[in-house]
């Protein structure tokens, strides 16, 4: 475990305290990979895998070993962290010495100094899962008790994630919402110009548009912006 350790009861009200506001959900997830290697039993590294559809991706890690570790099963296509996130389970690899369940990714992990390793699901969202995988240079380093703290804390860490995971999406999309709200309201005074210089019908100034658009190889909203910058007497940049 780090040098710096922390008191679990603080670790959680800490994960309870982040202000999504203030941060973005990859702040989140490394606060939780950096907490977790502060608060549990014999955490030497932890990373935090998330699963969306069947593209894995390791969101956050405490280590260049860590990293590694998880994407080796990624490229194989199974291992304790992807089986954790798939099945919301946990799964506690006790002795990477005599582990057959993973028997090549254990071989690889004891080799570089892994004796145990430990993978805990979490629930994100409907279409996200992801697991919180905690490695350790002991062999049996993750005994009952050090589980329960673990499952304690991915419970807490779950629900910061959720949130955040959340928020991010609900913040992309007002700002996506935001934009095509923009680009309508540009389009509408495009066609308002157009239906003056050739006077047609709102339907004829949109297919104008359209056409100019198609024609040149440009989105419609471009071709709407310059328009409404060339009658308003700005400089097209």
Not at 11 to 28: C, S
Not at 40 to 65: C, H, I, K, Q, Y
């Amino acid at each position: 475990m780090s040098d710096t350790s922390l008191d679990p009861t603080e670790a959680f009200t800490q994960l309870g305290r982040i202000r999504l506001a203030e941060t973005d959900l990859d702040g989140v997830l490394d606060r939780i990979a950096q907490l977790a290697r502060r608060t549990l039993t014999n955490a030497d590294e932890v990373s935090v895998t998330l699963l969306s559809g069947d593209e894995p991706r390791t969101a956050a890690f405490t280590s260049r070993l860590a990293l590694s570790l998880d994407e080796r099963q990624y490229q194989a296509g199974h291992g304790p962290c992807l089986d954790a996130a798939r099945a919301g389970a946990t799964i506690s690899l006790p002795d990477t010495a005599t582990e057959s369940r993973w028997p090549e990714w254990s071989a690889q992990a004891r080799a570089e100094g892994v004796g145990s390793s430990l993978s805990i699901g979490l629930p994100v969202q409907e279409t996200v899962f992801g697991a919180l995988n905690v490695h350790s240079a002991k062999p049996e380093a993750f005994d009952d008790e050090a589980i329960m703290l673990a499952e304690a804390f991915a419970g807490y860490a779950a629900v910061a994630l959720a949130n955040a995971h959340l928020y991010d999406t609900t913040a992309s999309m007002a700002q996506h919402m935001q934009m095509a709200m923009q680009s309508r309201a540009v389009i509408e005074q495009a066609k308002g110009i157009v239906m003056a210089e050739r006077r047609c019908t709102p339907d004829e100034a949109f297919a104008i548009l359209a056409k100019v658009s198609q024609d040149s190889n440009r989105k419609l909203r471009d071709v709407a912006a310059a328009l409404v910058e060339r009658a308003s007497g700005g400089q097209r940049r």
